[in-house]
């Protein structure tokens, strides 16, 4: 692997992190990853460099983009118990990085995975502190160039764990389901996320932000997603439609029972607010040109290679249809 490019990545022990790692040592890269203290561990994962630190450690963020030919940013929160956390890591993390990209590595490129939800930056917490990380990256790289940025749909594949709750769902005697007008939502697996972002790091545009999701760009609705999951159980689902005030008054009661833990949840408010949003898909126009990438991983697909971690994980119905 000597002379081999070599690329930074952040939260790359994370779900989406295991998955990108892979696909960049399959295709060549060298790796160097942040690793925090007490954080997730890189067993499992292909070698790599290692820097320990985190997001608010500048010093450790110089030592992982010094020298380096790109930059994969996927390290943040998927929740927190307050907006300030949120933009503690999401907002001032990715400012933090690219001003580091600014002054250790002014000629690498830089790839910061978003989120879809950063589109509505107005709808949740977690949104806004999406979109927040995109400008500020922008912001603190200047003159050394702009980061390409990519906004997945809900991602999903072997090792999400906090896809679990879709499971749950599913296997659950009533599934509660937004009322008409459905939801509609971008889906794109972990591994299509992974080409996207290493056709990117070939080449391609930058300072531009491009959505991510699988070939139904216009997204699924919620039935047909929970349908797709119970049925990989070998379940089928009961509906209960419920009206969004209600979906709202369980997020704030999941938030007030947070606060009175000191743990942050998942689901609460905010994400009730993005599950209410009926516009989570996308459209080719947005997404990178076709050319460079295109999705590879079929809903029902994924679905089955994603089963096949559940069975490993004891999911009930899921090794009796692996």
């Given at each position: 692997m000597a002379g081999a490019p070599l690329v930074a990545v952040t939260g790359g022990t994370g779900f989406l992190g295991r998955h990108a790692v892979a696909a960049l040592t399959r295709q060549g890269w060298r790796v160097r990853m942040l690793l925090?203290?007490?954080?997730?561990?890189?067993e499992?994962?292909?070698a790599a460099e290692t820097v320990r630190g985190d997001l608010g450690d500048a010093e450790a963020l110089r030592r992982l983009v010094a020298g380096v030919d790109a930059v994969v940013h996927l390290a943040g929160l998927t929740k927190a118990r307050r907006e300030a956390d949120f933009l503690a890591v999401n907002r001032d993390g990715s400012a933090?990085?690219?001003?580091?990209?600014?002054a250790a590595a002014p000629g690498a490129r830089l790839v910061l995975v978003s989120s879809l939800a950063a589109r509505e930056?107005?709808?949740?917490p977690y949104a806004a502190s999406k979109r927040a990380g995109e400008e500020a990256a922008v912001a603190a790289l200047?003159?050394?160039?702009s980061p390409v940025v990519l906004r997945p749909g809900v991602i999903y594949g072997p090792g999400d764990r906090e896809g679990l709750v879709l499971c749950r769902l599913a296997l659950s005697p009533l599934v509660p389901v937004p009322r008409a007008p459905e939801p509609r939502i971008g889906l794109v697996h972990a591994e299509d996320v992974s080409g996207a972002i290493a056709a990117l790091l070939r080449g391609g545009p930058e300072g531009a932000a491009f959505e991510v999701t699988d070939a139904r760009a216009e997204g699924y609705g919620w039935r047909e997603i929970i349908e797709g999951v119970a049925g990989a159980l070998g379940r089928r689902p009961r509906f209960l439609p419920v009206p969004d005030a209600a979906m709202l008054a369980a997020g704030a009661a999941a938030d007030a029972l947070s606060r009175l833990s000191g743990r942050p949840a998942l689901f609460g408010r905010g994400?009730?607010?993005e599950i209410l949003h009926r516009d989570w898909g996308s459209s080719r126009e947005r997404?990178?040109?076709?050319g460079l990438w295109s999705p590879g991983v079929s809903l029902e697909a994924g679905l089955r290679d994603t089963r096949r971690w559940w069975a490993d994980l004891g999911l009930p119905g899921a090794a009796a249809h692996g």
């Open positions: 925090r203290d007490g954080g997730g561990t890189a499992g994962l292909p933090r990085l690219a001003a580091a990209v600014a930056p107005g709808i949740s200047g003159g050394a160039g994400k009730a607010r997404q990178l040109p076709p």
